[in-house]
């Protein structure tokens, strides 16, 4: 998110947003506010106990406890957990111990207790582990460390974005698990801006050039941007942790390209912003590739930002799935695009499946896009005040420009659309599409679709609201238009190049001959009678 203006009114609308689709009191589930994590409101989440890590052979294993860490820090506000003075620094007893780990001497550090650290800086290339014993143990960043909680490589603060190339060697294995970081968002940047410095912005975890990272069960909260942020990295699991922050730059999970390979599963995200961010041109910045979320909920600004330029280089985002998660949204669920002025298919391949999501938009797109898919996906159209000032039209949609974002062209290859339901609790508008802007949608199929209203809603007027835009192709093999009063807006079909389909005749909607695809049975908007096309002329049906 960019200026300071637009995040206060994110979090206002973020409020307004909660209180109206009762997620306030959901927070508490989550053991944390919603609205924010200062010192006086964390309340930290609780995984359960751990027990040590099996050993493994070849691993060189050290106890906190051991090695002369105090360990006496209160996890919730930094103080010392005896007395409430100041607790002890063990960040440097911490990083002495695990500086010497390697492909020849691999380290896991076991954090037995509550540690107040001043960063962990551990080695640049991996070779090391983290593993907590679940409850009360991990670590709170020391007020005024003006770094990263724990990143690889050395104490001086790292860059945020060194820019291309990305080296071409990457480290790896690095292993985190079972315990907590409270990223003391309030106190550890002393720069003017809480999320960091002129140089860089400060991360709850900061992992670069690394292949084979595993992330399990931490409870990250409270850090003064992004929780975990990732960049030139590839094979990556994150599994069963919980990401808690308010505001703006409060990025869960924040892959800068390049990056491969990477799941997701089992993670709760409570955020401010983009509760996943796949970013090509930040970072390093290269291609994302190959990720996969599954299992997961959401309360954000968006579930996942996809974007691969902001002028310039063009990158590539392929291969992405999102599976059986649930969550609500401020924003779009889904922002594909950031600013524009992208290649063709710059972002492809993307499945968006079994999944319930509350949100004013599910595909916020200012970006080129190629093959996306959504299957099994309920939607629930929800308001926000999110709307800049020059967009007048706020009715929610499936597709769509996103809110907070002005609308730009695009083009996408093709969007398909299999058996999704937009569920209405309110007389909220909502449409389908929402195309404007000489945008433009190759291919576009509807294989199961239906409006649901619980309760008694007027029919939502039209399936695509189409305005100096245009579709290619307009395929409608099974759709129930019972709650929808027509295909598309008025002089819409002018913008549509064809319509076919199997479905087309069962809507009961009227289509002009000109825009009928041959072979396709469908009520004749001239005759009001069944008809089809052989060879370009129109014949009654059957």
Known sequence: MPADTHAREIRMGRRRFLQKTGL?????ALGCSLLSCSDSEVNLPCLGPAAPPTPVPGMTYIRASEIGCALDCDLVSGHNKHHGGAATDDGPRINAAMAAASASNPITLIIDGSALISGLFLPAGGYWGIAGLGCGTGFFVKTATNNDGIHNGPAAVIPSTPGPPAPSVRGTNVTLSNFTL????????????RQGNEVAWFYGINLMNLDNIAIENLVMVNTPSFHIRLSNVGHVSVTGCVMQGEGSNSDGLHFDGPANDITISGCSFAVGDDSIALNCPEGYCGDISRVKVTNCTFISLSLMRLYTTIGGIQYKIDNVSVSNCSGAFTDAAFFIGLSGASDRDSVTNLTISDCNFTAPVILGVTECFGA???SNVTFVPAVTDLWIDSEPNHVAALLRPPPSFPAVPFVGSSLTIRNCVIQRKTDKK???????DNSTIDYLEFDGFAVQNIGKH???AHLIEIDQASIGQLVLNSLQSESIAAP???????????????????????FPDAVMADGVPYISATTGLPSIKVNGVVQPYP
């Open 488 to 510: 598309v807006s008025p002089n819409g079909f002018s913008s549509i190049g064809s319509v076919s389909g199997s479905g087309v005749l069962a809507t009961a909607w009227e």
């Open 372 to 374: 996306v898919t959504l």
């Open 24 to 28: 306030l009191a959901a927070g508490s």
């Open 458 to 460: 007027a029919s939502v």
């Open 182 to 193: 409270n990223g003391n968002r309030a106190g550890d940047s002393t720069a003017r801006m």
């Open 430 to 436: 909502v449409t389908g599409f929402l195309l404007g």
